[in-house]
C-alpha cells in the first residue's frame, strides 16, 4: 500500500518566492515521524526537516517550514524566499512506530524543483 | 563531522560479475539500510539491519542479492551475478531509531552501479 504521496512530479518557482511542495501519507499509527530531504544533482540525500507526530507546533528549520495538518494527513514543505541552489528533487518521508525494536521508513516518488532567476 | 561513507561511488562492470559495494555507518548508530534509486522505480528499499542482525532483505532479488553486517564498522552489499537492469544508485543509510524525537535518517553518497 502507497505510504508517502507527492503528486507533484515537478514544480518551477521563481527566485525569491515561496513555494509548497505537496506530501500526503497514509498510516493508522500514532505515532510517526515525517521527514523531507533535498536531494541535488549531485546526488547525495540530505535531511531537511523533521515533524513528529505528537508535536503541536509545524516544524521550522530557517527557510524551511513544515506545514502539519494532521487530520489532513498531510506534511507539505515550505520553502521561503527560494534560491537557485534550491533547484533539487525533494523527497518526504514517513518513519513508522517502533515495533519489534524497529522502525520502517517510507519514501515518496518525489518532487523535482526548478527555481529560475 | 560524522557521515556514513560508500564505496565504490562509481562503478562501471559487465554482466555476470560479482559487484560489492560497501558501506560504513556513522560510529554508534544501530541501524543500517540499503536503499536502491533508479528513475523509473524511485527509492526501493532493499534491505535493513538493527545492531547487525538482518531484519528484513525481502525487497532484494534473493537469488543474486545479499547484504551482510559483519560488524558495527561495515555492512556490504553483494550482487552476484550482475545483470543490466541492476544498474541504479545504491544508498547505504544509518540512524539511532526510536519512537518519538528526530532519529533521521543519515545517508551516504551513494555508489552508482552501470552493468553493461
Known amino acids: 500500500a502507497q505510504k508517502i504521496t507527492q503528486t507533484q512530479p515537478g514544480m518551477f518557482v521563481q527566485e525569491k518566492e515561496a513555494v509548497t511542495l505537496d506530501c500526503t501519507y497514509d498510516t493508522s499509527d500514532q505515532s510517526y515521524g515525517l521527514f523531507w530531504y533535498k536531494q541535488p544533482s549531485s546526488g547525495e540525500m540530505i535531511f531537511l526537516i523533521y515533524?513528529?507526530?505528537?508535536?503541536?507546533q509545524n516544524a521550522t528549520e530557517g527557510r524551511y517550514s513544515l506545514n502539519f495538518q494532521k487530520a489532513r494527513k498531510s506534511a507539505n514543505l515550505v520553502i521561503s524566499a527560494s534560491q537557485l541552489g534550491d533547484s533539487a528533487m525533494y523527497f518526504c518521508a514517513m518513519r513508522g512506530p517502533l515495533i519489534n525494536n524497529f522502525n520502517k521508513f517510507y519514501f515518496g516518488s518525489g518532487t523535482k524543483l526548478n527555481v529560475k532567476p | 563531522d560524522a557521515r556514513v561513507t560508500q564505496t565504490p561511488r562509481h562503478k562501471v562492470t559487465e554482466m555476470g560479475q560479482e559487484v560489492t559495494m560497501r558501506c560504513q555507518p556513522i560510529l554508534g548508530h544501530n541501524t543500517v539500510f540499503w536503499y536502491r534509486q533508479t528513475m523509473m522505480q524511485g527509492l526501493e528499499l532493499l534491505a535493513y539491519?538493527?545492531?547487525?542482525?538482518?531484519?528484513?532483505d525481502s525487497g532484494m532479488p534473493k537469488d543474486r542479492f545479499s547484504a551482510e553486517m559483519p560488524d558495527a564498522t561495515l555492512a556490504t552489499l553483494k550482487i552476484q551475478p550482475s545483470e543490466p537492469r541492476d544498474s541504479a544508485v545504491y544508498f547505504c543509510a544509518s540512524g539511532s531509531l526510536r519512537d518519538r524525537g528526530t532519529g533521521e535518517l543519515f545517508f551516504g553518497e551513494g555508489s552508482r552501479l552501470t552493468v553493461l
Open positions: 539491519f538493527r545492531n547487525r542482525a538482518p531484519l528484513d
Open positions: 515533524q513528529g507526530s505528537y508535536d503541536e
